[in-house]
């Protein structure tokens, strides 16, 4: 306890730093001087100055245009025998008819014509090459490929193992880029397309198929067509709607509830065509679908991808080795040494 220096007796400092006793300051020389300036600048602090309020400029009255201005502003008519209104009706259902609404991959609504998707093929492929180089040895693994795809055709590349094809689909999906040339899948140039938008297109354009099929083991029949759906956002009613159309179009709605090891090889196969087709995509690219099952497995697979190609009038491009199920394709190609044999 410290004495007071007025009255000498022993005190406290209170909360107004005062003595208890007789009421004297207890503060320093330099917290008085602090306590002194901050009380002149509260007692000269200028009042609050409230905003000013703006005044609202008045509403003119809105002037009717004259006859000569409504002439001026309506539009010319083309045809004098039609009416204005019935002009407008005709032009209008001419524009729609002219054009529609596509979801592009990045998720935006982009607009194009019917001669966009008429004249122009599906897929584009011009002048391709992929060069791989090991050491000093550059190997030419695709080269002078031109390929146009179109939507409702079931197009098979045939040749031996090493002549480019599993290289040439991977190119055509987005997860490998050319050396030189381009591609272009629904008017979009690949080689100008970032990272987020092939990811993009891959989930909304391309369906894949595999050989080793690639089901998830822990899921159904059901969860592994529907799992493309979720990722994708979809609602749930939607998405139950279009897993039970693709499961009921090749043959398994019987087997909603079994897991791949409960199912034969043609059935794990008929689930992963079911799950390239449950996003509504415009092209499906499958890598030797028969190549683990039998020839007669191997046929029915070959005809549920031709009935898909009606059905849903997508485009299809599978990679074989078995030249007897390229009979019935729309084109069949030979890929020989990484270019197309005429």
Not at 235 to 253: F, S
Not at 259 to 281: K, N, T, W
């Amino acid at each position: 306890m410290k004495k007071c220096p007025n009255c000498g007796r022993p005190t406290e400092r209170t909360k107004d730093w005062a003595c208890i006793w007789c009421g004297h300051p207890l503060l320093s020389g330099s917290y008085r001087r602090i306590e002194k300036t901050y009380q002149e600048l509260k007692a000269e602090r200028l009042p609050r100055q409230e905003p000013v309020k703006e005044e609202k400029a008045e509403k003119l009255p809105r002037q009717e245009p004259t006859e000569e201005e409504k002439t001026e502003k309506s539009p010319p008519s083309s045809d004098d025998s039609l009416p204005s209104v019935e002009m407008l009706e005709h032009k209008l259902k001419q524009m729609l008819e002219s054009r529609r609404e596509v979801m592009s991959p990045t998720g935006i609504v982009r607009r194009v014509t019917t001669s966009d998707t008429i004249d122009k093929p599906l897929v584009s492929v011009r002048n391709l090459e992929r060069i791989f180089t090991l050491g000093s040895e550059k190997i030419k693994a695709v080269h002078d490929v031109d390929l146009d795809v179109s939507a409702g055709e079931l197009i098979v590349i045939t040749g031996r193992s090493g002549a480019g094809k599993t290289t040439l689909l991977n190119l055509l999906a987005g997860l490998d880029h050319p050396t030189s040339g381009s591609i272009y899948i629904q008017g979009q140039d690949l080689a100008k397309l970032s990272e987020l938008e092939l990811t993009q297109l891959r989930r909304r354009t391309i369906g894949f198929v595999l050989q080793s099929f690639g089901l998830l083991p822990l899921l159904s029949t059901y969860e592994n067509v529907e799992l493309p759906l979720r990722i994708a956002n979809w609602k749930r009613a939607e998405r139950q709607k279009r897993t039970e159309e693709c499961i009921k179009l090749v043959g398994l709605a019987g087997r909603a509830k079994h897991r791949p090891y409960e199912l034969s090889g043609g059935e794990q196969q008929r689930v992963a065509i079911a799950r390239a087709l449950v996003c509504h995509p415009c092209l499906i690219l499958a890598d030797e679908p028969t190549g683990e099952l039998d020839s007669t497995t191997g046929a029915a697979i070959f005809a549920l991808l031709q009935e898909v190609v009606e059905k849903e009038k997508v485009a299809v491009i599978v990679v074989t080795h078995d030249v007897e199920l390229a009979v019935n394709a729309t084109v069949c190609l030979e890929l020989s040494d990484g270019t197309f044999v005429t």
